[in-house]
């Protein structure tokens, strides 16, 4: 008789895959919006309007995260594509900052750093939770020292704090693999499941692109004008 027992590994595997997928897709809505504005010269006659888009995209991971069990999860994929491609716009600034060499290869290195980091979340027996909550601590006192040094404009200071935003996010990387390889163990229906890999992928795709965006302060090269 065949057996109709579910391998609860199959069911973590299967939903983490949509995660990484989903996250994969957004990053490429991202990259592309980003490179096209940029050839198009658009986004450099935006002026404040990047900032209304700014708050925008906050407001949506917000939205979307307080939201996510009451979404139609075919609502909940197109806002997370719809801020994938909000992201692409407000990141596209970075392009006329730095080489696009070193964007390149900068984006490499946080791809390694995040597989690297995705994997140790996903295997090992340590209990992260603790490292999580105190990691959310750290980025919120992180935020504060960015907005003093805004006005203080020391570049020691910057490269300390992007030193430490590398960090922060390698190990919320870590943690919130770990959480969510955990938390896909409960997911049961189809519909739960594109809920879960949706939510779960905003969670990565934070971590990625802020990941990137410390390490460019470190790695990246400026462009000579």
Request: no cysteine; glycine share 8%.
């Amino acid at each position: 008789m065949q057996s109709n027992v579910i391998n609860p590994v199959v069911v973590i595997q299967k939903a983490m895959q949509q995660v990484y997928l989903w996250m994969t897709a957004g990053l490429m809505v991202t990259g592309a919006v980003a490179t096209t504005l940029y050839n198009s010269g658009f986004v450099a006659t935006m002026g404040p309007m990047m900032i209304v888009l700014f708050v925008v995209q906050i407001g949506v991971v917000f939205y979307l995260s307080a939201r996510i069990n009451k979404m139609a999860p075919t609502t909940a994929t197109i806002l997370f594509l719809a801020y994938s491609a909000l992201s692409g716009i407000t990141l596209t600034p970075i392009f006329y900052a730095y080489t696009a060499s070193s964007i390149g290869t900068t984006f490499f290195v946080t791809a390694g750093t995040f597989a690297t980091m995705a994997l140790y979340g996903a295997t090992t027996k340590r209990d992260l939770t603790g490292m999580g909550s105190m990691l959310m601590m750290a980025f919120f006192g992180l935020m504060i020292a960015t907005i003093v040094n805004i006005f203080l404009g020391n570049g020691i200071v910057s490269l300390v704090i992007s030193a430490v935003g590398v960090l922060i996010f390698v190990g919320l990387t870590a943690y919130d693999v770990q959480a969510l390889t955990r938390m896909a163990n409960n997911v049961s229906t189809e519909e739960d499941t594109q809920r879960f890999a949706i939510i779960g992928a905003l969670k990565l795709y934070l971590d990625f692109i802020n990941l990137f965006l410390y390490l460019l302060r470190i790695l990246g090269s400026g462009r000579r004008n």
